[in-house]
């Protein structure tokens, strides 16, 4: 599957790496290409600096901007996204990081999910942090990452896409459990900031394997 990143900052890095490890074929964009170009090789990451038009014809994106910024990004190109996987990693943080620009009845998610009706949204990577990228084992555990969507389909191919990543992937279910995942995220970052280990924070479900 055509996998494009959209996005130069902490976690657009971030998952770049990640994927480009795991040996997946990857484009990458920005509103600079000439920046993205610059950091495939000053990261070392193999993936293939595009601009946004094309990037935007890949059947998997992943856009790494803001929540905010999406809410005027996604109108601008709904049309081009008709159909393709949108995987959404947002939450809804105001700018001070202590509440949320939704309201307790939505998600960042599904927020999104409305502005881009035609397109197949998954949320996914919404519970971890960019410093988790970078040493992912704690413990001798892997951080989960909780794959949630309405278009089972599009979960599975999403699922199947991030496998090799070191992460646990887990089917999260409705897109609707962003509620809970989001608030749960901002809360993580509270309680690892009061005991300085920000922003090495996870999740992980014990029980598994």
Not at 3 to 27: C, D, F, P, V, Y
Not at 48 to 60: C, D, T, Y
């Amino acid at each position: 599957m055509n996998i494009s990143i959209i996005g130069t900052g902490r976690m657009g890095r971030a998952l770049a790496a990640a994927l480009s490890a795991a040996g997946k074929e990857i484009q990458w964009a920005s509103r600079s290409y000439d920046r993205v170009r610059e950091l495939t090789q000053e990261l070392g990451i193999h993936a293939e600096p595009v601009r946004m038009e094309q990037a935007l014809r890949a059947s998997l994106i992943i856009p790494a901007l803001w929540h905010q910024d999406l809410l005027t990004w996604l109108p601008l190109h709904a049309s081009k996204l008709k159909g393709k996987i949108l995987v959404d990693i947002t939450n809804p943080f105001n700018a001070t990081f202590d509440d949320f620009t939704t309201d307790y009845h939505t998600s960042s998610a599904e927020e999104l999910q409305k502005l881009v009706p035609e397109a197949r949204l998954v949320g996914a990577f919404k519970n971890t942090f960019w410093e988790v990228f970078q040493r992912p084992e704690h413990n001798g555990l892997y951080s989960d990452v909780y794959v949630t969507g309405d278009d089972e389909e599009a979960k599975r191919l999403v699922i199947s896409v991030l496998e090799g990543i070191p992460f646990r992937l887990l089917d999260g279910g409705a897109l609707r459990n962003n509620r809970v995942i989001e608030r749960m995220t901002l809360y993580s970052r509270e309680l690892s900031k009061r005991y300085e280990h920000y922003p090495h924070v996870s999740w992980r479900l014990w029980g598994g394997q």
